[in-house]
T-cell receptor, first 113, second 112 residues
Framework: KAGVTQTPRYLIKTRGQQVTLSCSPI?????VSWYQQTPGQGLQFLFE???????NKGNFPGRFSGRQFSNSRSEMNVSTLELGDSALYLC????????????FGDGTRLSIL | AQSVTQLGSHVSVSEGALVLLRCNYS??????LFWYVQYPNQGLQLLLK??????LVKGINGFEAEFKKSETSFHLTKPSAHMSDAAEYFC??????????FGAGTTVTVRA
């Protein structure tokens, strides 16, 4: 069965722009989580969605937002990009939440110039 | 709040030698614990998990980990390292708030 698919794999933007990243979970998985990975801060939780509802949000500014659609696909949006937003953004899915093994996509590498 | 500490950001082992990666957690409630591995330019892959029950957990690729509540530890071991074990390893804890908290990661290099 297909794994978690994240698109695009690589993205280059400039400061001030906005970006939308997409995540398609494994079929049947209803929980989708997003993480930011940087060399300095490591893996940090952004948010988690289940059945179109955000159940938790990490300590990120309001420029970071997300949503989940009825088919469980999820998007995250970052507005007014800053240099510090350069990171690998990872999406993970599971049946019902993070108490279960998370299946990660290969991530979107976002570079801000 | 829960947190995870991984001791040692880099570990170097010889091929065939024991791999030992240390993880300590803090949690006010019984945790679920996980070890993930990340290869270059890839996402994270689950190695093993502890939820309840047997404290010695076996995972994929010959890895295992032991949950020790008294020491708040969940160390990862593999008896004999292989070149393909070179990667970054993350310990993670889940409690009741729909997120994983990760350690800073340990990079393993394997010497021929």
């Amino acid at each position: 069965k297909a794994g978690v698919t994240q698109t695009p794999r690589y993205l280059i933007k400039t400061r001030g722009q906005q970006v939308t990243l997409s995540c398609s979970p494994i079929s049947g998985h209803r929980s989708v989580s997003w993480y930011q990975q940087t060399p300095g801060q490591g893996l940090q939780f952004l948010f988690e969605y289940f059945s179109e509802t955000q159940r938790n949000k990490g300590n990120f500014p309001g420029r970071f937002s997300g949503r989940q659609f009825s088919n469980s696909r999820s998007e995250m949006n970052v507005s007014t990009l800053e240099l510090g937003d350069s990171a690998l953004y990872l999406c993970a899915s599971s049946w019902t939440g993070s108490d279960q093994p998370q299946h990660f996509g290969d991530g979107t590498r976002l570079s801000i110039l | 709040a829960q947190s995870v500490t991984q001791l040692g950001s880099h570990v170097s082992v010889s091929e065939g030698a024991l791999v030992l990666l240390r993880c300590n957690y803090s949690s006010s409630v019984p945790p679920y614990l996980f070890w993930y591995v990340q290869y270059p330019n890839q996402g994270l892959q689950l190695l093993l998990k502890y939820t309840t029950g047997a404290t010695l957990v076996k995972g994929i690729n010959g890895f295992e980990a032991e949950f020790k509540k008294s020491e708040t530890s969940f160390h990862l071991t593999k008896p004999s390292a292989h070149m393909s074990d070179a990667a970054e390893y993350f310990c993670a804890v889940h409690t009741n708030d729909y997120k994983l908290s990760f350690g800073a990661g340990t990079t393993v290099t394997v010497r021929a």
